[in-house]
């Protein structure tokens, strides 16, 4: 059964790079046809996909957020890692990392981490 666990920074002040670890056991990031993705739940809203890093090492990312997101993994360390720069309060959020089939399609993924709260001190 795959495991997923986040770490982050908790508190970060505006302007700075908020840098999010997923680290994953059951299963190797490399194993073919998944999508690993990070996706964020602000205060009061819905879930919001970011970016994906898949099993080739390719990445994407959400429209909104690409200017600013960086997914990149370690797969001797078997994890994958989410740098969002120049953060405002805006991106206050509960983050998450999961594994799904389809990219963005969020109802895809099955797998969750139990998410990290990051907040943004203006």
């Known amino acids: 059964q795959v495991q997923l666990q986040e770490s982050g920074p908790g508190l970060v002040k505006a302007s700075q790079t908020a840098s999010l670890s997923c680290t994953v056991s059951g299963d190797s990031i490399a194993s073919a046809g998944y999508y690993w993705s990070w996706i964020r739940q602000s205060p009061g809203k819905g879930l919001e996909w970011m970016g994906a890093?898949?099993?080739?090492?390719?990445?994407y990312f959400s429209p909104s957020l690409e200017s600013r997101t960086s997914i990149f993994r370690d797969t001797p360390k078997n994890r994958f890692t989410l740098q969002l720069r120049s953060v405002t309060p805006e991106d206050t959020a509960v983050y998450y990392c999961?594994?799904?089939?389809?990219?963005?399609?969020?109802?895809?993924?099955?797998?969750w981490g139990q998410g990290t709260q990051v907040t943004v001190s203006s």
């Open positions: 999961a594994r799904g089939l389809y990219g963005q399609v969020i109802n895809s993924y099955g797998d």
């Open positions: 890093i898949d099993t080739s090492g390719s990445t």
